[in-house]
């Protein structure tokens, strides 16, 4: 059955990078492009941007332009979304989905920006 | 980008009752909405997609349906596993655009 496995728990200090992980499992990893939400308590759920996981193109909420980056390792059916020059409003629970039919969803990603 | 109006932002009810959620979108979204619920410490579930379809395995007291920008998610007969937050998305439009969320609470 169809699989997202994130990495795991991440605290980062303010100005610093960090890079979270989605491994796919159970379907082919480049028939459908993944999909980046972040969900904080008081902006709710936003998204973020989708990678095109056979080309790798890109596309991003404008919100996240420059904030996030997302790159794909076909060789190991796994998405990367790093989030640089990390502030305090970036500490959320990031989720990747596969395709635009959100069906699925990974576990989340909690990511702490924290001095 | 699209905007979501959701509510209400809290809705409490009884164990029974027949509860709406709505979203209603600032632009012409055709039936491309679909609602999550979302238990604490849990990722979002999709239980809607096209406006008015039930995804697999959602109890059929759970319906969607449109009314011009007007989206509402009805529970006919709600059971206390319904107990959660409950999101909108707009998938018509990049970028995708959810509701605020309501919190389905027992009264």
């Known amino acids: 059955q169809v699989q997202l496995q994130q990495s795991g728990a991440e605290l980062a200090k303010p100005g610093s990078s960090v890079k979270i992980s989605c491994k796919a499992s159970g379907y082919t990893f480049t028939s459908y492009y993944i999909s980046w939400i972040k969900q904080t308590t008081g902006q709710g759920l936003e998204y973020i941007g989708y990678i095109n996981t056979g080309s790798g193109g890109t596309n991003y909420n404008e919100k996240f332009k420059g904030k996030a980056t997302l790159t794909v390792d076909k060789s190991s059916s796994t998405a990367f979304m790093q989030l640089s020059s990390l502030t305090p409003d970036d500490s959320a629970v990031y989720y990747c989905?596969?395709?635009?039919?959100?069906?699925?969803w990974g576990q989340g990603t909690l990511v702490t920006v924290s001095s | 980008d699209i905007q979501m109006t959701q509510s209400p932002s809290s809705l409490p009810a009884s164990l029974g009752d027949r509860v709406t959620i709505t979203c209603r979108a600032s632009?012409?979204?055709?039936?491309?909405l679909r609602w999550f619920q979302q238990k604490p410490g849990k990722s979002p579930r999709l239980m809607i997609y096209?406006?008015?379809n039930l995804a697999a395995g959602v109890p059929s007291r759970f319906s969607g349906s449109r009314s011009g920008s007007d989206y509402s998610l009805t529970i006919s007969s709600l059971e206390s596993e319904d107990m959660a937050d409950y999101y909108c998305l707009q998938s018509k439009e990049s970028p995708f655009t959810f509701g605020a969320g309501t919190k389905l609470e027992l009264k």
């Open positions: 096209g406006a008015t």
């Open positions: 632009q012409d979204i055709g039936n491309y």
């Open positions: 989905a596969p395709g635009g039919g959100f069906a699925y």
